[in-house]
């Protein structure tokens, strides 16, 4: 049985996607020709052919030859690619083929070439076509910044964020402070004070009568404002919580009292954001992965110290490397619970079943000068040391490398080898290492004095149901005894279930990737069936790689491919590689679940995997897909992160696609985009990783539709609250 093998790193070209959307077509819109060729002419002439805002459109002149089609680029359609006599196509648009994630580009155009043949006379022309995107336009406020309080007497104010964006907008109510302790306890006094029989035995105190007269006033206030005595609170010190909606005239009314002090709105106090953690490692930022599932606000989190529970990780793969300098310190070592279950002596070591599960150099590696260890690179994703590594003895290698998700988290992997050096695995030594890793007996083999409390398999075939048997009891057994298994859900990139991943006691984990506009996308190589439960970064297709990440290697920009520990055979020392993968995207959510029971969030497998699913961001169609399970895990809110971001906007069409258009100082946005359905969401970012409307992410947003028969539309405002 094979494993989900890693995926390469060739360098070839970025291949444009070819992306539909699904709308209803208006009525086409003939648009006249910018020129005609006078009919004395032989030949076709140059032209440009404007669909504006219309989906379709007509392309004409008179001729009385034969001609030709071309060329038609590909976000194009014509109705006719050849024919003779007058020339009369019609030209669709798909916009989304185009579309910038930026969603800033006003005017798409693309060329026609046309060759015609009229007797002896013959050419080429060039017939341009250009369309109009549509527009959509807003505003994103932050209704629940925080407020700078200045009181100053009478004139007390509120200072808001921005002029624009009064305080008493996001005020719960309005704090009032009066002058005499007689006004503060008479708006407290209902009996005396609603129903206007004040008097200064009622009041105990000693009043004039202008005294009286003035309370009164204070009376008609608030009975005019209507706010009841229910929704009075005493605050002490003369000062009195007015609970309202209508603020802004409630402050109004009360300034102009002349027994009041002071008024101001309750306004929301939030707790500034502390930054996202961002490690300075040599490769850190190459490792896109970790944002993108907010381990910015969990790396935060980690540094108050809630992380105590020591967690074993067992990664059941071709071994590891135990001299790789970003892992020491980081496993269980021989004699602590690692193992080679390998009994073939031809497994690559020459010394069969062992304590010792280091993925060993073989001829063929070394004369390939490969860089590769699977189980290096899975290894590397949990639990890659932070900071200064040991020196290695080479000039050029990396004194700080990558990190691992763990950070501060007392977790450990448990390296246990059973691939061996063909990328093989045979069924048996799969059950075997399950049971082994789960701390459960195994015959002739001493047991685990480290039970994992995770087991990742970064592996896979495609066998059948009733031959996979051993493995799903074995996992089921390991359920059972307090071990969660995550298994690759494969590359395939078809519905066919992949084993053990089917498993039903096991979690199938597909694979994201990044789109233009830095949301996560399914990667189109990830298998697609109804045991997917979960998704996690896995990188790009290598054969036609995206680079949205931003980042850069060796000069060049680097593909969105997940970058983490490895060695170099050829030279035999420590390296780090890129590769995609089913295989990368499980070590993420077991990386995950061990930091859950760490912080003690959760403590058993079923209450953890409850708590991946509840947490992911959903994607694709909504609820649980094949494609996505329930979603991309969200490491922040999983974990319960403080807060790292701040309010901005996203927009998604029907066919998935995000788009991100710039906010100018007041928030503002002119989104410039193709027909579609829209998901406009404003929303706080709580884990800084750019999607907006995540769970546990306030948002407010509005569902929209582009098109020839709407191609501009405002929004209004969209007030973003706790």
């Known amino acids: 049985m094979n494993r989900s093998l890693p995926l390469r790193l060739p360098l070839v070209a970025l291949l444009t996607l070819s992306l539909m959307a699904c709308t209803v077509d208006p009525p086409v819109v003939t648009v006249p020709p910018a020129v005609e060729l006078p009919p004395e002419q032989p030949g076709l002439s140059n032209q440009t052919v404007n669909l504006g805002t219309a989906r379709s459109g007509t392309a004409k002149q008179s001729f009385g030859g034969t001609w030709n089609v071309k060329n038609v680029p590909t976000w194009l ?3 006719a690619t050849a024919g003779s006599g007058d020339v009369n196509l019609t030209v669709t648009a798909d916009r989304v083929q185009l579309a910038a994630a930026a969603a800033n580009v006003p005017t798409l155009s693309g060329d026609l070439i046309l060759s015609w043949v009229a007797g ?7 017939w341009k076509v250009t369309a109009d995107n549509y527009t959509l336009q807003g505003r994103v406020l932050d209704g629940a910044a925080a407020q700078s309080l200045s009181v100053t007497g009478a004139d007390a104010q509120i200072g808001a964020q921005a002029v624009e964006a009064p305080a008493e907008a996001a005020a719960r109510g309005v704090v009032v402070k009066y002058r005499a302790a007689s006004a503060h306890d008479a708006v407290l006094n209902s009996a005396v004070f609603d129903n206007k029989t004040l008097n200064a035995q009622a009041l105990g105190t000693q009043l004039q009568a202008t005294q009286l007269q003035s309370l009164q006033r204070s009376a008609d206030i608030l009975s005019g404002l209507g706010i009841l005595p229910t929704q009075r609170q005493d605050l002490g010190g003369r000062e009195v919580l007015l609970q309202t909606v209508e603020v802004t005239p409630a402050l109004t009314a009360l300034r102009a009292d002349p027994n009041v002090e002071y008024a101001v709105p309750n306004a929301v106090l939030r707790q500034q954001a502390s930054p996202p953690v961002i490690p300075s490692d040599q490769y850190a930022g190459l490792q896109w992965a970790y944002p993108l599932m907010g381990y910015g606000a969990v790396w935060r989190d980690m540094e108050g110290g809630a992380y105590t529970r020591p967690i074993t990780v067992a990664v059941i793969d071709s071994g590891v490397r135990f001299d790789h300098p970003d892992l020491e310190g980081q496993l269980w070592k021989p004699g602590e619970g690692a193992l080679d279950v390998l009994s073939d002596p031809t497994n690559g070591d020459k010394d069969g079943r062992d304590n010792d599960p280091t993925d060993p150099s073989t001829p063929d590696r070394v004369q390939a000068q490969a860089v590769d260890s699977h189980g290096t690179h899975v290894t590397g994703i949990i639990v890659a040391r932070w900071g200064t590594i040991a020196p290695v003895g080479c000039a050029a290698c990396s004194t700080s490398g990558v990190v691992g998700a763990s950070h501060l988290a007392p977790i450990k992997v448990l390296p246990i080898r059973a691939i061996d050096v063909n990328g093989d695995i045979t069924l048996a030594d799969v059950t075997l290492s399950v049971r082994y890793a789960a701390g459960l007996s195994v015959p002739a083999i001493t047991t685990n004095p480290h039970p994992a409390q995770v087991i990742n398999l970064s592996l896979g075939g495609k066998v059948s149901a009733a031959d996979a048997a051993p493995m799903c009891d074995a996992i089921a057994e390991a359920r059972n005894a307090g071990a969660l298994v995550f298994a690759a859900a494969g590359n395939a990139g078809d519905s066919v279930p992949i084993y053990p991943a089917a498993c039903s006691a096991a979690v199938a984990v597909g694979s994201v990737s990044l789109s233009a506009a830095g949301a996560p996308v399914h990667a189109p190589y990830s298998s697609s069936y109804a045991a997917v439960q979960l998704s996690a970064p896995g990188g790009t297709d290598p054969n036609s790689p995206t680079f949205f990440n931003g980042g850069t290697l060796n000069g060049g920009a680097f ?13 035999n020392q420590p390296s780090y590689m890129a590769e995609s993968g089913t295989s990368q995207a499980t ?32 994607l694709g169609t909504a609820g649980r897909d094949p494609q996505y399970g329930f979603g991309m895990i969200n490491a922040a809110a999983a974990l319960n992160a403080p807060a790292t971001g701040s309010v901005g906007l996203s927009l998604q069409d029907a066919a998935g696609h995000f788009y991100k258009p710039a906010l100018d100082s007041l928030g503002r946005f002119t989104a410039l985009l193709p027909d579609s359905t829209f998901r406009v969401v404003a929303g706080r970012d709580l884990n800084s990783n750019g999607i907006y409307g995540e769970v546990n992410e306030p948002t407010q947003e509005r569902s929209v539709n582009l098109g020839p028969s709407t191609p501009s539309l405002d929004v209004g405002t969209l007030t973003v609250r706790n």
């Open 559 to 571: 593909p969105d491919m997940i970058f983490s520990t490895g060695w170099d055979y050829g030279r």
């Open 120 to 126: 002896t006379a013959s050419g080429t022309v060039t």
């Open 587 to 618: 070590p993420q959510v077991a990386a995950l679940a061990a930091l859950l029971l760490s912080k003690g969030v959760t403590t058993t497998p079923a209450n953890t995997l409850a708590r991946l699913n509840a947490t992911a961001t959903d």
């Open 77 to 79: 359609a014509v109705s």
